[in-house]
């Protein structure tokens, strides 16, 4: 089953922000683009992964799907278009195997982000796998995957200093907001209700900051509000008369800018200061336009400089990492053995239940010839040694394929299987098709 799984992505190193935007799927049309294309590749799950500074797609080939590359599709997928010769190979990384699950073990651990250690994106790994278990393309292996990538992350915050001090690209951003607020204190305007506006209304609002959510929706933004004692205005109200404010932190999932020139002007016309209003665009692709802000003298800080920022301490950060590097060693030998008890679970129960068949067959011949005259009780007891014999028999077999599925060469069981009679082997090889969907057996 490990080898099933496999990974395709690209992140803010290839290309910054607007390389990194082409690959993310608009919001509209998402959900049913993903079905699609797991339908069309015969992928068995598949999650999809979008964050500030990564787009990933997980995923696991079905039991008789080839494991192949299929980055061009992948390609076709989140860019909306077909790759030019070579384009999708070079652009697009992809990882197979235990490959794949280490790269979502380091995503989750947030050992492989432009901010090391960054908090965020342990919820929006969770939110990928939810919206999968939704949309009814997770499985037994993107279960077990998430888990336990799930399960690292935490330990990794909780028993290394991985996670000390400022690891979050929104507290990046929200420090360049307190320098604005500084020199001209006001109300900020979080526009869009998501990891990184939580974040910084964490930060924010302990520093004393009034806030303003702006949101299209009005549940989450009202939701956000009453955490922080801020107020709310929807973003068509915002647009239309916004709230005065001394800056903007804008991260939304909008295919587009959501603000335009005019209602960029309106925002400067009233900021209480009278400078400018100080824009922070975390969105991937950018919710404000740069060349908007340019033309008006806006200040606008977007992803691009966020990163780079986040880059220059990634390699002091790197070296506080070892621990946590190792606590992902350890997560993978632990997945092996979870994806091995999972998969081959129920062709472990089918051999001791063909043990106990046997084992009652034989009993039942004995009833009926020598041991005919025994009574109740005396049959009773022959059974619950002969069903215990059976267990110890089946245990002998069951230690030596959990020895060749851990350390044997490829092909082992199937070769176990083949020494069989034909019909006990095919009650086996059915309970491996039971392991690789994870549905519970019906016997």
Known sequence: MLEQLGMIGV????????????????????????????????LAEL????????????????????????RPAAFKLLAGREPSSGEATRR?????GEGAAEHLFLIAAGLDSACV??????????????????????????????????????????????????????????????????????????????????????????????????????????????RFGAVWQSLDAFRAEPAPVEAVLAATAAPGPVFERADLERIAARTPSGEPPLIVDMAVPPDVDPAA???????????????????????????EAAEAREQVDRALATLKDRYTERYYGPLFGALQKRYRITAQEGVKRLFRKELKGLGEEERAAVEIW??????????????????????????????????????????????LEVGATGRESGS
């Open 92 to 96: 697009l990384r992809a990882w197979q």
């Open 386 to 431: 002969c069903e215990v014999l059976a267990r110890r028999f089946a245990h002998i077999p069951s230690l030596g394929l959990r020895g060749l599925l851990h350390s044997g060469p490829e092909g082992s069981v199937e070769a176990f299987l083949g020494g069989l009679d034909p019909e006990f082997a095919d009650e086996l090889r059915a309970a």
């Open 117 to 226: 250690g960054e908090t965020e994106i342990v919820a929006q790994v969770r939110s990928c796998h939810e919206r999968s278990t939704r949309l009814g393309l997770s499985g037994a292996a993107l279960e077990l995957l998430f888990g336990e990538a799930l399960r690292i992350a935490a330990r990794v915050r909780g028993e290394t200093s991985l996670g000390a001090g400022r690891v979050s690209l929104a507290e990046i951003a929200v420090a360049r907001l307190r320098e604005r607020l500084a020199r001209t204190t006001g109300t900020v305007a979080l526009v869009g209700v998501s990891a990184m506006t939580e974040r910084a209304a964490i930060s924010l609002s302990a520093a004393g900051v009034p806030l303003v959510v702006v949101n299209r929706s009005a549940e989450p933004a009202q939701a956000l509000a009453d």
């Open 47 to 70: 999650a999809y992964l979008s964050t500030c500074n990564r787009v990933e797609l997980v995923y696991a080939h079905g039991e008789r799907t080839a494991a192949t590359d299929i």
């Open 11 to 42: 992140t803010w190193r290839q290309g910054g922000a607007e390389s990194l935007a082409e690959f993310a799927l608009p919001h509209d049309g998402a959900e049913e683009r993903l079905r699609a294309f797991a339908v069309e590749l015969g």
């Open 293 to 319: 802000c340019t033309k008006l003298a806006i200040p606008r800080v977007g992803m691009d400089e966020i990163v780079a920022h986040a880059e220059r301490n990634r390699a002091a950060r790197l070296m």
